[in-house]
């Protein structure tokens, strides 16, 4: 079975981290921080195949240039604890071969990235040491039709109330429409004041207005845990098409499959410097150890599996003998009362 690995993470301004920066080692290129005033120089880094960006229907050409597109996302996140960037980086099975990690990764982007509206920017890299994998970088706020950033957050009508009465809005519920009032102006909220009556305000040259609830909601469902599920169970199944039936892999834990396995766990880049090194790390000791310890599993099970087969072969033949005997049994007893009756 080919390795498995699928992680998410946020990339964000805390703890002065920069889109610029990341994206720069992750390409292995030199990018300037126009916010910083700093030039990341990772031209020499080794082990970085290739790099592309992908861009959904909406986002300008421009935004194909690395450098300009990372100073624009810092431009637009200018909070303390801005979020730059979502990063998805997976294993790519040795099993395939260049091209296809390439053309699976592409596949991986597009159905579940760009095609929603994200802009990707990735990376191939490879040292040669039987990790290949990809960082996946991808923008967190949409880009309009006039290919200007959106807003992450957006105010809508609410459409139902909580346990607590509180006004919420429900997708799954139809809601207001300001384009098609009369068939929809049934599923607003009232806004209430304290008689629970509905508020109103009286605008100058306009009359009474009634008031309704309004609530913030994110502009899209990017940030939905429910999504870690479905992109993960989305990069086994785009590798699983190049991969022939012995090498599959599943995102699910092997308690999940049902397996009696027990995992290995990540050894990270300094744990494998060392032990290239000559060193033995502490965790690829571990993942050694689990290794072994799951073969000596196997080797039980299968013992206890022959064992138990061979127990119910040799059940089985007895009792076959048994049926036999009584068989026999009943013959001369049946032989014996006939002969007592002809006499």
Not at 175 to 204: C, F, H, W
């Amino acid at each position: 079975m080919s390795i498995y690995h699928c992680s998410i993470k946020i990339i964000n301004r805390v703890g002065g981290r920069s889109a610029v920066a990341s994206a720069a080692y992750r390409s292995g290129e030199k990018l300037h921080n126009d916010e910083t005033g700093l030039t990341h120089d990772f031209t020499k880094k080794g082990g970085v195949i290739m790099n592309e960006i992908i861009l959904p229907v909406n986002a300008p050409e421009e935004f194909r240039n690395r450098e300009y597109l990372w100073n624009e996302v810092q431009k637009i996140e200018k909070r303390n604890d801005a979020q730059f960037a979502r990063e998805i980086e997976v294993a790519l099975p040795v099993e395939m071969n260049r091209e296809e990690q390439i053309q699976c990764v592409r596949n991986y982007i597009k159905e579940n990235f760009t095609s929603k509206g994200m802009i990707a920017d990735w990376a191939l890299h490879d040292k040669g040491d039987g990790n290949p994998h990809a960082h996946i970088m991808l923008t967190v706020r949409e880009v309009d039709s006039n290919k200007k950033w959106m807003a992450k957050q957006k105010s809508v009508f609410a459409n139902a109330r909580d346990k607590e009465g509180r006004p919420i809005y429900n997708p799954e519920l139809p809601s207001y429409n300001p384009k098609d009032k009369d068939a929809t102006e049934k599923y607003r909220i009232p806004k209430l004041d304290e008689n629970g009556k509905q508020k109103v305000r009286v605008r100058e040259g306009k009359g009474t207005e009634l008031l309704w609830e309004k609530v913030t909601i994110p502009s899209n469902d990017w940030n939905d845990r429910k999504n870690a599920e479905v992109w993960r169970e989305s990069w086994a199944k785009q590798c699983n098409r190049f991969l022939d039936k012995d090498n599959q892999i599943d995102h699910r834990s092997y308690e999940r499959q049902g397996l009696d396995i027990m995992p290995s766990i990540h050894e990270g880049v300094r744990a494998r410097k060392m032990e290239a090194d000559g060193k033995v790390a502490d965790r690829c000791q571990i993942n050694r150890d689990i290794k072994e310890l799951n073969f000596i599993r196997k080797q039980l099970k299968q013992l206890a599996k022959e064992i138990t087969e061979l127990i119910t072969e040799k059940a089985r033949a007895i009792y076959d003998r048994f049926k036999e005997f009584r068989r026999s049994v009943g013959d001369v007893k049946r032989s014996g009362t006939d002969c007592g009756d002809i006499g």
